[in-house]
């Protein structure tokens, strides 16, 4: 059984719908909590095996503000975490010119920090799903061999 840890960065609710979906199929196999306003101690927890990263996009491809204490403190403590585990779902909508681009910084940013993708950053467009939850559930049943 891993420990994973969902952070969720969500402006107006549908990355949170989508985190809750996922959070639902993990924690049948998983311990999993879920956080929207997460410390850098969280993700430094030795415990931790997988961060799960929910991250909407808003402005010009930025990161939700709710998530931005958090966002802007691990670029300023920089806590190098090889140990770590990590895959990140990004919520956007591809008639902006910056698609994703919250969870893209998300994921560059775990990169940077030495923490070890599992999977390849899956993207939700809210042209295509109105309503996330069933994609991000889908995502979830997808996602859930490859953790070990
Ligand atoms: C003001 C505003 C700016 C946005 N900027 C972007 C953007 O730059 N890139 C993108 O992919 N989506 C952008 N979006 C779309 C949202 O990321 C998308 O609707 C997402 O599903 C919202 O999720 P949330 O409710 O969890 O915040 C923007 C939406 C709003 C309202």
Known sequence: MANILI???SVTGKALSAAQAIEQVLA???QVSLSTSP???DVQN?????LLAVVSTTGQG??????????????DLFPLLPALKFAVVGLG????ANFC???EQ????????????ICDRFKIDALEYYNPVDVAQAWALEFLPLIS
Do not use: K, T
Request: proline share 11%; hydrophobic share 40%; net charge negative.
């Open 7 to 9: 952070v969720v960065g």
């Open 101 to 103: 681009g919250g969870s």
């Open 93 to 96: 909508d591809s008639s902006y």
């Open 46 to 50: 030795p415990s931790l095996d997988i």
């Open 62 to 75: 930025e990161v939700p503000s709710p998530l931005m204490p958090w966002f802007s403190e691990m670029q």
């Open 39 to 41: 410390s850098v101690a």
């Open 28 to 30: 049948q196999h998983h």
């Open 106 to 117: 998300v994921e560059n940013l775990l990169l940077e920090l030495q923490a070890r993708p």
